[in-house]
T-cell receptor, first 115, second 119 residues
């Protein structure tokens, strides 16, 4: 079965601190893609970062990095130097090779940044 | 990045009426678009895959006669909720494949969503 698990329903972090959002996944596919999306209160889904299952290096995009541990099937998102504007829902997602473009989303983590 | 728009952003309708939601890719052509539904405090659930010029592919449990999808052009897909009922109230989001991406790295760009409230 294809599944994404986010065990942190909510997190509070002090501004300027780094934060790690956990994500584990389950798939029998050898090839798959992993994504993180941000959803502010406005509702739009904002693409943050992508990691391919065969990528040897962890993906980075500005303040976002993905800590990919394939053997543990985890794909945690690390946000460095958090900002007030980072407060939002964050969704981990997976696109298994066998599902052809379909994206499976986790339940999300609500991140709140304290000033 | 690529821009996807949705119209309307918010709609309130009476039970039994039909509501049409438009999804447009503004600066690129999208042969495939996706429709998702999100209930409050829940994740996005894929409803259907909309293919330009052909019938949509619906996910298991989604009524194709209730949620009509039309992808008439490379920049427009519409979702019509027919005979809407209060339980259809939800946040509907569309997405389109980003240009220049393919395979597993294929990124989807999402529209801003449509909040539907059926009274």
């Amino acid at each position: 079965a294809q599944k994404i698990t986010q065990t942190q329903p909510g997190m509070f972090v002090q501004e300027k601190e780094a934060v790690t959002l956990d994500c584990t996944y389950d798939t029998s596919d050898q090839s798959y893609g992993l994504f993180w999306y941000k959803q502010p209160s406005s509702g739009e889904m904002i693409f943050l970062i992508y990691q391919g299952s065969y990528d040897e290096q962890n993906a980075t995009e500005g303040r976002y990095s993905l800590n990919f541990q394939k053997a543990r099937k985890s794909a945690n998102l690390v946000i460095s130097a958090s900002q007030l504007g980072d407060s939002a829902m964050y969704f981990c997602a997976m696109s298994p090779y066998s599902s052809a473009s379909k994206i499976i989303f986790g339940s999300g983590t609500r991140l709140s940044i304290r000033p | 990045g690529a821009v996807v728009s949705q119209h309307p952003s918010r709609v309130i309708c009476k039970s039994g009426t039909s509501v049409k939601i438009e999804c447009r890719s503004l600066d690129f052509q999208a042969t495939t678009m996706f429709w998702y539904r999100q209930f409050p405090k829940q994740s996005l659930m894929l409803m259907a895959t909309s293919n330009e010029g052909s019938k949509a592919t619906y996910e298991q449990g989604v009524e194709k006669d209730k949620f009509l999808i039309n992808h008439a052009s490379l920049t427009l897909s519409t979702l019509t909720v027919t005979s809407a009922h209060p339980e259809d109230s939800s946040f509907y989001i569309c997405s389109a494949r980003a240009p220049g991406t393919s395979g597993l790295s294929e990124t989807q760009y999402f529209g801003p969503g449509t909040r539907l409230l059926v009274l």
